[in-house]
């Protein structure tokens, strides 16, 4: 039992590339969720899916793109990476009825030079 | 939401119970308190939560005063693996599309000293 797995753990890109990171929990959770952590502030939700299906913005959506693949995956694309998202992703899941993360990733570091 | 205040930093010797407080005292009658942590270099932690009664799990103890105007969140017998930033939140409970959005705000960062 992983819980929630994401990939890659690190990546570098160039701005203007475009990259995907991915999501997947084992728990047949329904409610799963994209944040972005920046240094000396607290994490800020991107988007959201309540469930397989659905989609929803969530703090911070701007130049992101998210995909419920299926109830296991949930994908986050940067189409044109900008140095303003370097920054550490999130992914997390919740089962239904509860609409906050409980179960999170160890976070994807993306550097955008 | 309502908006919280923490503590930016606390010590706790190791094996004593950790009491992290937290203020709110604009919450309103249906908004939970959420407590999460992050320990350096992982992904955050879903603690516990709770509307009006005191709540405990395997982790901690929360203790909301009775005008819910604070909380406390017990760590009974702190280890050095319990060093991590610890977040209070305050949220209403699910109520349809869009409340989805949970706060983090920059949280109370414990040491626990050997």
């Known amino acids: 039992n992983a819980g929630v797995t994401q990939t890659p753990k690190f990546q570098v890109l160039k701005t203007g590339q475009s990259m995907t990171l991915q999501c997947a929990q084992d728990?047949?959770?329904?409610?799963m969720y994209w944040y972005r952590q920046d240094p000396g502030m607290g994490l800020r939700l991107i988007y959201y899916?309540?469930?397989?299906?659905?989609?929803d913005k969530g703090e911070v959506p701007n130049g992101y793109n998210v995909s419920r693949l299926n109830k296991r995956e949930f994908s986050l694309r940067l189409e044109s990476a900008a140095p303003s998202q370097t920054s550490v992703y999130f992914c997390?899941?919740?089962?239904?009825?509860?609409?906050?993360?409980?179960?999170f990733g160890n976070g994807t570091r993306l550097t955008v030079t | 939401d309502a908006k919280t205040t923490q503590p930016p930093s606390m010590d706790c010797a190791e094996g004593r119970a950790a009491n992290l407080p937290c203020n709110h005292s604009t919450i309103s009658g249906n908004e939970y308190v959420y407590w999460y942590r992050q320990i350096h270099s992982q992904g955050p932690q879903y603690i516990i939560h709770?509307?009006?009664n005191n709540e405990t799990n395997e982790m901690a103890s929360l203790i909301i005063t009775e005008d819910r105007k604070s909380s406390t969140l017990i760590l009974p017998h702190a280890t050095l693996r319990d060093t991590a930033v610890y977040y209070c939140i305050v949220r209403e409970a699910y109520s349809g599309a869009g409340s989805y959005q949970l706060t983090f705000g920059k949280g109370t960062k414990l040491s626990v000293i050997p």
């Open positions: 709770g509307l009006k």
């Open positions: 997390a899941s919740s089962e239904m009825g509860q609409a906050f993360p409980v179960h």
């Open positions: 899916s309540a469930s397989e299906g659905t989609t």
């Open positions: 728990m047949n959770h329904n409610s």
